[in-house]
């Protein structure tokens, strides 16, 4: 029960994001308090009749639902008030930028609102001025029914302020620019700022620096000098899942640039391999931070999400920083999840043959965080990696937990039946290339039910970690029908929705696991039985 919740689920009690078709839409932090909005149908759990609610915390964990910040109410958004972000604007305070549908052609412009009083710590209320709605409307070389989700904007020493909203023109994405002095009268810039042929809809693009010096977060504005790269993330509609590149930013071209470290498509960097999609990040100014969100969406059915009476979650929030190759980024839970731990097992030394499957006794497996370092001797018996296995996710349906190999599988069992009927793998797997070692990380929910009319899928990335101290370290959450894993310290990410039928409550067990030749040894584990968050 720490994934947010703020409508009660009585098969699976998550309680730290739990939303009815919630994608997280303008995260924000201000005058003390962080808030999220989220796109949401307050009359069922299906797609549809879509508002902006909003929550409010101190702390990313304990949160109070306010009343819905934005609504259908003008004829710029009768349609629909989709998603978008919210920047503080120096003299103005916080502003929403959010997509509005204005008929039933789907076209979509981006309007602009404001709190009625920024004195309220809460900011309850929102308007949106009708003299100045909408304040960007599609020209004619954009497709307006596919334009939309406005970033976070950001000021640039030509005292103007810029946006990106997301689009496609044909199977090519494209990130519009958009440029203001004022904030209300935007104009297009000559050129997008980059697009990208045969990967389709851009939607939900972010659009943010990262240090190469430190792990403390930039805010939008910091977008000049030789200590900066640059992130231009999309989602992507085609395949349901995100990808990001690292490059450089050319303000006075309004071009983005992307290294050549990393594909720039569906082959590219993933924040997350599983089921997450529509992030955002924002700038935390209260610990120079920032903090990703994503939406966790559902692998139930549609009718299954009717009689549960929701579908879809927040992630757990994460800090992002660039790692030390500058190749890619860092995630890791932000550090008031802390919070919540109880009761500690730990393990230490604990070896790990061919077949061995121990408990890890002592915590409510079913609501448990856990970390634990793997290490083993030798990597002679890994397996040859053929190159055509491009594809991780089919190598991990391919290669499951159950296949014996030679380093490796071995790492959690999650929200496992006594039996083992049922549970979720989450574990690594080692190959041998001509001039490397290519390491798999799986999260496999092939046998996570008994039920057979579930999509259980097989997620899995690849992870770029240095073997020479032969040892990886694995962190998973798990909440009941969530497994939130990272791979070595944040640098491969995979969310699982799983749906269990066994492994419920106290009825769930944890285990680490070896099905290779190579003997495993748990260098050190700690698990916590989690407590619930404070959702009001």
């Not at 097989?458 to 962190?475: Q, T």
């Amino acid at each position: 029960m720490f994934f947010i919740s703020f409508f009660k689920d009585y098969s699976y009690k998550l309680n730290i994001c739990m939303l009815k078709m919630a994608k997280k839409t303008g995260p924000m932090y201000y005058n003390g308090y962080y808030h999220l909005f989220y796109q949401y149908n307050p009359n069922g759990s299906v797609w549809g009749n879509i508002v902006w609610a909003h929550s409010v915390s101190k702390d990313l964990i304990n949160w109070k639902e306010l009343e819905y910040a934005l609504y259908p109410s003008k004829p710029f958004d009768k349609f629909g008030c989709w998603s978008g972000s919210a920047t503080v604007v120096p003299g103005k305070g916080p502003v929403i930028l959010y997509t509005g549908v204005t008929d039933d052609k789907n076209t979509e412009v981006q309007c602009y609102a404001v709190p009625e009083d920024t004195s309220d710590p809460l900011l309850r209320k929102w308007i949106k001025p009708d003299t100045l709605n909408p304040i960007v409307i599609a020209d004619r070389e954009v497709n307006g029914s596919a334009f939309r989700d406005p970033t976070t904007a950001w000021w640039s020493n030509d005292r103007h302020w810029r946006m990106l909203v997301g689009s496609k023109r044909k199977h090519r994405g494209i990130a519009y620019l958009y440029k203001s002095k004022d904030f209300i009268k935007w104009t297009k810039a000559k050129h997008p700022i980059h697009s990208k042929s045969s990967t389709g809809m851009w939607e939900c693009p972010d659009f943010f620096p990262v240090s190469l010096e430190s792990k403390e977060g930039l805010d939008m504005n910091n977008v000049h000098g030789n200590n900066v790269k640059h992130v231009l993330k999309n989602s992507l509609d085609m395949t349901r899942f995100e990808y990001y590149t690292l490059g450089t930013y050319f303000p006075k071209k309004d071009k983005y640039v992307p290294d050549n470290t990393s594909q720039d498509g569906w082959g590219g960097l993933r924040y997350d391999y599983g089921n997450f999609y529509a992030s955002k990040s924002f700038f935390d100014p209260s610990k120079n931070r920032r903090i990703l969100w994503g939406w966790a969406n559902e692998s139930d059915s549609k009718e299954d999400d009717v009689n549960k009476g929701w579908a879809g979650i927040q992630a757990i929030p994460r800090t992002i920083w660039l790692d030390r190759s500058r190749r890619q980024l860092i995630q890791w839970p932000v550090e008031e999840l802390n919070s919540l731990r109880g009761k500690e097992v730990k393990m230490n030394n604990q070896k790990l043959n061919k077949g061995d499957y121990v408990e890890v006794k002592g915590v409510t497996a079913a609501q448990v965080d856990v970390e634990a370092t793997f290490t083993f001797l030798s990597l002679d018996k890994a397996e040859t990696f053929d190159p055509s296995w491009v594809n991780a996710q089919d190598l991990c349906a391919q290669k499951g937990s159950k296949i014996e190999g030679g380093v490796g599988p071995f790492g959690f069992l999650t929200l496992a039946s006594q039996d083992l009927q049922e549970f979720t793998p989450v574990f690594f797997k080692i190959f041998k290339a001509p001039n490397k070692h290519v390491v798999l990380m799986c999260s496999d929910a092939t046998s996570s039910s008994i039920k057979n009319n579930l999509y259980k899928p097989s997620f899995a990335g690849f992870l770029d970690v240095d073997l020479s101290n032969r040892k990886i370290p694995l962190r998973s959450l798990i909440d009941h029908s969530v497994v939130e894993s990272f791979g070595a310290g944040g640098k491969t990410n995979i969310l699982s929705r799983v749906y269990p039928t066994l492994a419920i409550g106290n009825q769930a067990h944890l285990f680490v696991f070896n099905n290779g030749t190579e003997q495993i040894n748990v260098q050190n584990l700690h698990a916590w039985s989690m407590k619930n968050a404070d959702i009001q």
